[in-house]
């Protein structure tokens, strides 16, 4: 089960950047979601990574709170229900 924390960096990631973005995708990888978010937010990560944030004031706010009270769920990797693996039967 995701963190509070977790699931905050995980939906700023979701608003900041637009996919694909590897070098982000890596750096979450390699620092944890809640690392890479701060060092983006302070301009200290890569330049590689922060060329890809298309929005480094994305606003969550509204989000955060329905995260918060529980009106909505945000599925991520370091939630349990995440799948697994490669889908099989789609066209």
Do not use: C, K
Not at 12 to 34: K, N, S
Not at 60 to 75: C, E, M, Q, V
């Amino acid at each position: 089960m995701p963190t509070r924390d977790e699931l905050h960096a995980r939906l700023f990631l979701l608003h900041a950047a637009e996919p694909p973005a590897p070098a982000i995708h890596h750096y979450v990888a390699v620092h944890g979601p809640v690392d890479a978010v701060a060092q983006i937010r302070h301009g200290t990560a890569p330049a590689a990574v922060l060329s890809e944030v298309t929005r480094p004031d994305a606003q969550i706010d509204d989000d955060l709170r329905a995260l918060d009270s529980g009106t909505a769920r945000l599925l991520t990797p370091e939630d349990g229900d995440w799948p697994l693996g490669r889908l099989t039967g789609l066209a």
